[in-house]
């Protein structure tokens, strides 16, 4: 099929209203879609809610949920084509599939029946008759079956290897260019200092790279390089306020998940009710429960990732035929290394319209290898918590529906181990807290700067923190709780914990507007969602302030910039020139550094790759703030700075930042099937923000300056008064382009409003545009 109009968009939708016979539930489900076709689901059982959940994700959201496993399971490449081959190949060889049923295989009674209950109401969905999304037609491809341990491979592949493992390859990768004693550099900006999650409001310097502890790892790493060198000379918003804090004397719990802008969304809306709970929140279609954001009547939750350091890679020593791997001794690292076997195997993977591609699947004793040539002598192996054990965190999920305030809540979430998250909650008894949601192994803090010798036995884990062991902070004395990404505990904390984690300016900003409002409400909300003031903008005017006039345009350009408010507004012109100027100066960067050419070296090529103009975005206010000019090959700041300046007045119009910053939501398949682009592509409106304000509409600093990534949603809850929680998304609840609600919330999310979370039945009922009722 080579077109698509909207005839067959809309009659691709399956339909919403009237009665259904479905085998399989045990008694009827009432479904109700409010004004923005969110459903509501009223269930009597545990099961039939779970199968009804099913049921309605495949129903909006069926080519999604098949992707996404698709994507798990390393089989997407037969829908996509080859550009989607090496991420296919790198979850085989991470053993997606296998860690997935081991983990289904191992859950308790109630998990495993939430999942199977879930499974088959999918099923159902696609033996009712319904008709299927467009894309089946595009590609000529009808939907499989869905299993139990489907969800957990989608729910392991949304999280898939976030965090440390790209911090690591990167400075392994610029090791070489930029020698051992610089390679500490090359980390996130601290804003001058790392404001702490816990305890909240506290500062905190960070450690630098402890050399003399890296000395092996660094002697190894130049050594599998052929490189001789002296190795002694490596987001999203949430926020609790306690009723003290509050204009209403409840508490209020806020944010919003930053991530890719994907179509569709990662994130879709949903109410679930049954006799054993009643719950609202943010679902993620292929998967039942609510594992990031939702409140049950007690209790509300909600995440940010911690950025704990939960990947570690090794560096392997191979054997000249690539047959076997060295290894600490049976006795330990003081028996010396041995040699045993590498355990290696043949896969295949199936390209859309190329020729099958197979590749080899390597296994050492550390975990599997994810890049170099073992017949080369070296390569690099990735042992990660996301694979290496056995995880429960689906166990986690009936549990959390069940919780009766924050510390139950935190008791039920035990074991989670999928993705490290910090879980900020309120509850109705008016108490407020965050805990370090994550299993994080025991292991040396030099771990977290590079790859380790996976020879010596020395940076082996040894255990796990325990559950009562991560960080926490219930009801703090000042009555608030923030966190952004941002450094969660100093690093002295008694624990090795993280190295890398984003800067802390939208945190300070969150803390600041929050302190500046002893009355905060859920209505307040919307506003500090979309706060633009940008910290870096501020730094920026500081050296130009300091830099001599220079003439002409350049001179223009800096007094445009100095008078400017540093607010990354949609309708002004200076944060497009702000942002040329950053790019240009970390493009000096890269370029004096040698690092602009290290986006070649194998170890940055595991997908989706790491790009080094968009890890030198982040690094380079960190060195302005310091003065610290060690990369730029003998310039100063102040020489790279006039160059930047000089280079953007020649080039930079007056285009408000808004259109500059307008994200192109891109449907997966509109590549394939450019005709159909038009149809499938949801538009976007202009919006501002940048990556370091709390309205963080992100950009990537090697592809421009288009938003990339930002808020999937956004939501409020004020606890206890439900009904005047609100909440969007940034397209709709729909995953069907022919929907009316495909992108009925857009508006709503680019002007940083919500739009009502309706949670009591009467007035679900009072709202519901469209019913639909199962039965047995």
Excluded at 75 to 94: C, K, N, P, Q, Y
Excluded at 448 to 470: A, C, K, N, Q, V
Excluded at 507 to 514: G, H, K, N, S
Aim: charged letters at 20%.
């Amino acid at each position: 099929m080579t077109g698509v109009d909207a005839r067959m968009l809309e009659a691709a939708l399956p339909p919403l209203e009237g009665e259904l016979r479905v085998p399989g539930l045990e008694g009827p489900v009432e479904i109700l879609r409010d004004a923005y076709g969110i459903p509501h689901l009223r269930a009597g059982g545990t099961g039939d809610a779970w199968f009804a959940l099913g049921f309605v994700h495949a129903q909006d959201r069926l080519f999604q949920m098949e992707l996404t496993r698709r994507r798990a399971l390393g089989r997407a490449a037969e829908w996509l084509g080859a550009g989607a081959a090496e991420a296919d190949m790198l979850v085989h060889r991470l053993g997606m599939e296998a860690a997935c049923r081991r983990d289904h295989a191992a859950l308790g009674g109630a998990a495993r029946a939430m999942l199977d209950s879930y499974a088959a109401g999918v099923n159902a969905f696609l033996a009712s008759g319904a008709p299927l999304p467009v894309e089946y037609a595009l590609l000529g491809a009808t939907p499989e079956p869905w299993e139990g341990w489907h969800s957990i491979a989608v729910m392991r592949r949304l999280g898939l290897l976030m965090g440390s493992v790209w911090f690591k390859l990167w400075r392994a990768a610029a090791l070489p260019v930029v020698g051992a004693e610089r390679v500490g550099l090359l980390r996130y900006d601290d804003g001058g200092g790392d404001l702490l999650c816990i305890p909240p409001g506290v500062e905190a310097a960070r450690y630098e790279a402890d050399l003399a502890a890296l000395a092996p790892a660094l002697r190894a790493l130049l050594d599998s390089l052929g490189v001789q060198g002296d190795e002694t000379g490596g987001g999203s918003n949430n926020w609790a306020v306690a009723p003290s804090r509050s204009g209403t004397g409840r508490p209020v719990l806020a944010g919003d998940p930053h991530r890719v802008f994907e179509i569709p969304n990662m994130y879709a809306q949903h109410h679930v009710a049954c006799d054993a709970f009643d719950m609202i929140g943010l679902t993620v279609p292929g998967v039942p429960g609510f594992p990031h954001f939702a409140q049950n009547g007690r209790v509300a939750y909600c995440v940010t990732h911690a950025f704990m350091d939960i990947h570690d890679v090794f560096l392997e020593r191979f054997s000249e035929d690539g047959a076997r791997v060295m290894q600490a001794g049976a006795s330990g690292p003081a028996s010396g290394p041995e040699w045993v076997p590498v355990i290696r195997r043949e896969a295949e993977i199936a390209v859309r319209g190329a020729p099958p591609r197979r590749f080899e699947i390597l296994e050492t004793p550390n975990g599997p290898v994810i890049a170099g040539d073992a017949r080369a002598g070296t390569a690099l192996s990735l042992r990660s918590v996301q694979f290496a054990e056995t995880d429960l965190s689906f166990d986690c999920l009936p549990r959390m529906t069940q919780a009766t305030g924050v510390e139950d809540l935190f008791e039920a979430t035990r074991g989670w181990g999928l993705i490290d998250h910090n879980l900020v909650a309120a509850d109705t008894g008016g108490h407020i807290g965050h805990l370090v949601r994550a299993r994080v192994p025991r292991r040396g803090r030099e771990s977290g700067w590079l790859p380790m010798p996976g020879w010596t036995g020395e940076h082996s884990w040894r255990g796990w923190i325990g559950h009562d062991e991560m960080p926490r902070a219930i009801d703090p004395a000042e009555g608030l709780i923030v966190t952004a990404n941002n450094r969660v505990v100093a690093d002295d904390h008694p624990d090795y914990l993280c190295t890398d984690c984003h800067p802390p300016y939208r945190a300070a900003r969150i803390l600041e507007e929050l302190r500046a409002n002893p009355a905060f409400r859920a209505e307040d909300a919307g506003r500090l969602h979309g706060d633009t003031l940008s910290a870096n903008a501020l730094l920026f005017q500081q050296r130009l302030a300091a830099l001599p006039e220079p003439e002409g345009a350049a001179g223009a350009l800096r007094a445009r910039l100095l008078a400017w408010d540093g607010r990354m507004e949609a309708g002004a012109t200076e944060p497009g020139a702000y942002v040329a100027l950053r790019r240009a100066l970390t493009r000096i960067l890269a370029e004096r550094s040698g690092l602009s050419g290290a986006g070649g070296h194998p170890w940055l090529a595991v997908a989706p790759s790491v790009v080094p103009m968009n890890q030198l975005w982040w690094t380079l206010p960190n060195l302005l703030r310091r003065d610290d000019a060690a990369l730029l090959d003998g310039w100063s700041w102040d020489q790279a700075l006039g160059a930047a300046l000089r280079e953007v007045a020649e080039t930079e119009g007056e285009t408000p930042w808004g259109e500059a910053h307008r994200p192109r939501f891109a449907h997966p398949l509109s590549a394939l099937f450019p005709e159909a682009a038009p149809l499938l592509d949801p538009p976007a409106l202009p919006i501002g923000g940048d990556n370091d304000t709390v309205l963080a509409n992100g950009l990537l600093a090697a592809a421009g300056p288009a938003a990339a990534y930002g808020a999937l949603a956004r939501y409020a809850f004020d606890v206890g008064d439900w009904d005047n929680s609100r909440w969007a998304v940034f397209h709709g609840v729909s995953g069907h382009p022919g929907s009316p609600h495909f992108t009925d919330q857009h508006a709503e999310w680019a002007a940083c409003r919500m739009v009502p979370m309706l949670y009591g039945w009467e007035a679900v009922r009072k709202a519901a545009r469209a019913t639909q009722v199962l039965r047995p």
